[in-house]
């Protein structure tokens, strides 16, 4: 038989030719249908709490940026009292109880700011300079030799996790207080891999009562003869030691006096503590690390940029006597008052080789009225811009 005479479910392709309509038909029908897919529209209530979720995401974020940089660890330097008020004690200043009510690892937190400049944020310091504090023996050793170098600094060769480094730690006794102290070194021993127990006031000020004696930083072979590895403190005082920190006017123990002449003296003072680990003792920094402060544009040019660069630190990279830099100088304006700023730019004006005229607190408390508002540090680009109100206070003395 010829197969194309043929019939049956296999007797043609509609593509050969066949003279019966039927079986062309047939094989058509035979075919798959062209695939297609159904569109099912999103639930109206899977939409609304999308939506919800986003618009309190970008609120909350809006709200609690912190100026979007690394630097900054204040979340409330942005605007977040829209929505979460801070609550007020009688007697205190806004924003007093939340800073209260918070565990010391977290206030220590923002108070690391000044340190990070050498042991940098990640804790980890700069090989050869600054040592580490990551798994460091003696932040995570005992309390007492570790609150010993904060409050009297450490000075000359030292040996870190096999590293050897030969800086020089400031004293912070005279600049922050014992719950300041308490709080920044329980920061450093609950982070960058350290989980060590907290410190508190009570301890910071059993030891500064125990140390009186000592006017110097520490070596560190004086310090491990008096200081045992695994010494600990008491914890007396601490009823004593919380009450300067609840008054804002209340000075730190040990605080220059407020009265005083010589503001060049008072300012060298200060830079001996804060200032020197980084800027060095000859005003010349470290190289590719700190930059120099003589003959620098910034110490000689506005003063009341060099002012404003105390007050809220600057953050890399920036190029000073036409040298790269990108390391970060902590904000100095929670932690000096306006007549110890003035005492640092008039002494570092008139030092080092700088010729320039020295200012008065005035002038400090006038550029941190109008910088209030700048969320972080500067960046180069923003120094760069800055310009003066046309209103100058005299220069001091």
């Known amino acids: 038989m010829d197969p194309k005479h043929s019939h ?32 099912t529209p999103i639930p109206l209530w899977l939409i609304t709490i999308c939506g919800v979720a986003v618009t309190w995401a970008g609120a909350y974020l809006g709200m609690f940026h912190g100026g979007f940089r ?23 200043t806004e924003g007093a109880a939340v800073v209260q009510e918070q565990p010391l ?33 003696y ?31 400031p004293p912070w006794e005279s600049i922050l207080n014992d719950k300041k102290i308490a709080a920044v070194a329980s920061y450093v021993r609950s982070s960058f891999g350290n989980t060590s127990p907290e410190i508190t006031p009570g301890k910071v000020a059993a030891a500064r009562k125990e140390f009186a004696d000592r006017k110097t930083p520490w070596t560190i072979e004086e310090l491990t003869a008096r200081v045992p590895a695994d010494a600990t403190l008491p914890d007396e005082g601490g009823g004593a030691a919380a009450k300067p920190a609840a008054g804002a006017s209340a000075a ?47 110490v000689n040019g506005d003063p009341k940029r060099m002012v404003a660069i105390i007050l809220k630190g600057v953050q890399g990279p920036i190029t000073v006597e036409g040298k790269p830099f990108a ?67 005299p220069a001091a003395k």
């Open 139 to 169: 932040v995570n050793g005992g309390e007492k030799r570790f609150i010993a170098i904060l409050l009297k600094g450490l000075s000359g060769p030292v040996k870190v996790e096999d590293g050897q480094f030969n800086g020089a730690m």
């Open 70 to 92: 690394g630097d900054v660890f204040n979340e409330r330097l942005s605007s977040p009292d829209l929505l979460f008020p801070q609550q007020t004690k009688a007697g205190g």
């Open 327 to 393: 390391n970060v100088m902590p904000p100095q304006g929670m932690v000096l008052d306006n007549k110890k700023i003035a005492g640092i730019v008039t002494f570092v004006r008139k030092s080092f080789g700088n010729d320039s005229p020295g200012i008065t607190p005035d002038v400090v408390e006038q550029v941190r009225k109008e910088t209030e508002g700048h969320p972080a540090s500067w960046t180069e680009a923003e120094l760069k811009a800055f310009s003066s109100a046309p209103a100058e206070a």
């Open 252 to 298: 730190p123990a040990g605080a220059p006096a407020a009265a005083g002449p010589d503001l060049a003296a008072l300012g060298k003072a200060q830079y001996g503590l804060i200032c020197v680990a980084c800027h060095q003792p000859t005003g010349l920094g470290l190289p590719g690390a700190f930059p120099p402060l003589a003959k620098s544009e910034y």
């Open 8 to 39: 049956g479910s296999d007797r043609v392709d509609y593509r050969e030719s066949s003279e019966d309509l039927t079986e062309v038909h047939a094989a058509i029908l035979r075919e798959n249908p062209e695939p297609s897919a159904n569109v």
């Open 105 to 137: 690892a977290v206030q220590g937190k923002a108070i690391y700011g000044n340190c990070q400049a050498c042991h940098q944020p990640t804790g980890m310091g700069i090989p050869g300079q600054f040592p580490p504090l990551s798994k460091s023996e």
